[in-house]
């Protein structure tokens, strides 16, 4: 078993070393995907230069206030009634823990019945010196 001491300087390496191959492997990747894969098309691609594929998802935002979407959504349903809009966004729910946290406890309470809660892996960190002085 390792000691406190050597637990700690061997995560330090992993974390230090992982955050470099993180930074390098995005990199290259970058550097593969623009030489072999000029053309980012939605789906998988294979490469005819190199025995590669490619799997091009594209990343979705949406607008950050509500009503924008909802508005928009709004307008597109009344230029096109038979358009089944609503199937085109997947709503899920999504605790919001501030707001949660400030619910009556009896509130609270009903509001358990639909959701689970559980810890999640922590984040965590070195203090540097600098910080651990004060």
């Not at 098309?41 to 594929?53: D, H």
């Not at 509500?66 to 597109?76: A, F, G, S």
Request: glycine share 2%; aromatic share 12%.
């Amino acid at each position: 078993m390792l000691s406190d001491n050597k637990l700690l300087a061997a995560w330090r390496i992993a974390r230090r070393n992982l955050q470099f191959w993180k930074v390098a492997e995005n990199f290259l990747r970058v550097a593969v995907t623009e030489r072999f894969f000029p053309h980012a098309i939605k789906g998988v691609q294979y490469s005819t230069y190199a025995p590669l594929k490619a799997t091009v998802k594209w990343n979705v935002s949406f607008a950050k206030d509500r009503n924008v979407i909802m508005e928009t959504l709004e307008k597109i349903g009344l230029a096109f009634p038979d358009v089944p809009i609503g199937c085109v966004i997947d709503w899920k729910p999504h605790l919001v823990q501030k707001e949660y946290d400030a619910l009556p406890e009896a509130v609270r309470r009903m509001f358990d019945e639909c959701i689970t809660m559980k810890p999640g892996l922590p984040q965590v960190s070195f203090i540097d010196e600098k910080e651990n002085e004060e």
